[in-house]
């Protein structure tokens, strides 16, 4: 098993730009959720899915931000227009029947 | 809403002395799970409570869960350089799927 697959690792992008994060989850595994992590605010909820469904949104901080999950193996979540205090790194998550979730490596985002 | 509060925020031990994080939370849990991220890395599941007054350990670390289920600890005894990192306890809700994360404790083990 990969393990949660996120691309890209890294990305750098200029204000304004639209950014797309990618997320592949385990197989078989039912939720999926994004987190986004920065020093100031710790490890944030943005969004989950549970059966590629959009659970609970309500981390999601402004309308600039999108998630979608159009099958069980692929996610995506848009950041449109991007703005510097965007800068974050992003994870993406899956959880299965058992307990515990599984983190991708997570995408270092940057925008100047 | 929920909120899980976590101390100290950061930890600074000599190699072989005990470590403890502690975590609490503003409601009742339904179970409380605790990761570890390396620097540069991810979060890394490492255990899950779910009874009142439940105690785990592996190897030397020891987890418990409050008898009200709205606080927990993790002790690490004698620490070890490779115990570096940050660790993250977590709070579930019977019913929702999802996950609230403490604000994390930085452990530095000085050789």
């Known amino acids: 098993d990969a393990g949660v697959i996120q691309s890209p690792r890294h990305e750098v992008t200029e204000m304004g730009q639209e950014v797309t994060l990618r997320c592949k989850p385990i197989?078989?595994?039912?939720?999926l959720f994004w987190y986004r992590q920065t020093m100031m605010r710790g490890l944030e909820l943005l969004i989950y899915?549970?059966?590629?469904?959009?659970?609970?949104d309500s981390g999601m901080p402004e309308d600039r931000f999108s998630a979608k999950m159009p099958n069980a193996s692929f996610s995506t979540l848009k950041i449109q227009p991007s703005e510097p205090r965007d800068s974050a790194v992003y994870f993406c998550?899956?959880?299965?029947?058992?307990?515990?979730?599984?983190f991708g490596s997570g995408t270092r985002l940057t925008v100047v | 809403g929920q909120q899980v509060m976590q101390i100290p925020q950061y930890q600074h031990v000599q190699e072989g002395e005990d470590f403890t994080t502690y975590c609490n939370s503003s409601?009742?849990?339904?179970?409380i799970q605790w990761y570890k991220q390396r620097p540069g890395g991810h979060p890394v599941f490492l255990i899950q409570?779910?009874?009142?007054?439940e105690v785990k350990k592996q190897k030397r670390l020891t987890f418990q869960f409050g008898e009200a289920k709205k606080n927990s600890s993790l002790h690490i005894t004698a620490t070890q350089t490779t115990d570096v990192g940050t660790y993250f306890c977590?709070?579930?809700?019977?019913?929702?799927?999802?996950?609230?994360f403490g604000q994390g404790t930085t452990l530095q083990v000085k050789p």
């Open positions: 998550a899956s959880r299965g029947p058992y307990y515990g979730y599984t």
């Open positions: 197989s078989g595994h039912d939720y």
């Open positions: 899915f549970n059966n590629n469904v959009p659970i609970d």
């Open positions: 409601t009742t849990l339904s179970n």
């Open positions: 409570l779910v009874k009142s007054g």
């Open positions: 977590a709070g579930g809700s019977s019913n929702t799927g999802k996950l609230i």
